[in-house]
């Protein structure tokens, strides 16, 4: 379908990047908006300012976690950077320590301390994903 048509036919080159070739490390660090060293003005990675709705949303979520993971007893997988400079580490670990559930696991998983591993690492990412539910699965 022709682009005017669709912006959907449009070819999107930045799911996955090969962090060891600095040509694409170079891409992947031009592309990612939730870098704030390298957007100091942009929160988060918005590009507009934080709705009212949004931060109410957000505190809604903050305000209730530690509670509702001492409810979490389902498997679960967190898959996070340790050098994650959005969302810190610690917080994934905190989440595991409250929780219950005798099957869940943090998977350190680094990508250059980018927020968006799926992006960076699409096939090793979904590796992870995939590999963790077979293995419950089988």
């Known amino acids: 379908m022709p682009s005017i048509l669709s912006s959907s036919s449009k070819i999107n080159y930045g799911h996955s990047y090969v962090l060891s070739d600095p040509k694409q490390k170079m891409y992947a660090e031009m592309e990612m908006r939730d870098d704030p060293l390298r957007f100091p003005d942009v929160g988060l990675g918005w590009t507009r300012n934080t709705r ?17 993971m001492t409810n979490a007893k389902f498997p679960f997988l967190i ?20 929780s219950p559930s005798n099957d869940k696991e943090l998977r350190r998983f680094d990508t250059g301390g980018f927020h968006c591993i799926c992006f960076i690492d699409l096939e090793g990412y979904v590796g992870v994903q995939s590999s963790w539910m077979n293995q419950r699965l089988a």
């Open 79 to 98: 898959i996070h950077d340790p050098q994650d400079k959005i969302t810190f580490f610690e917080g994934s670990e905190k989440l595991m320590e409250r």
């Open 52 to 68: 009212w709705g949004t931060a109410g949303a957000f505190a809604k979520v903050f305000s209730s976690m530690d509670k509702d």
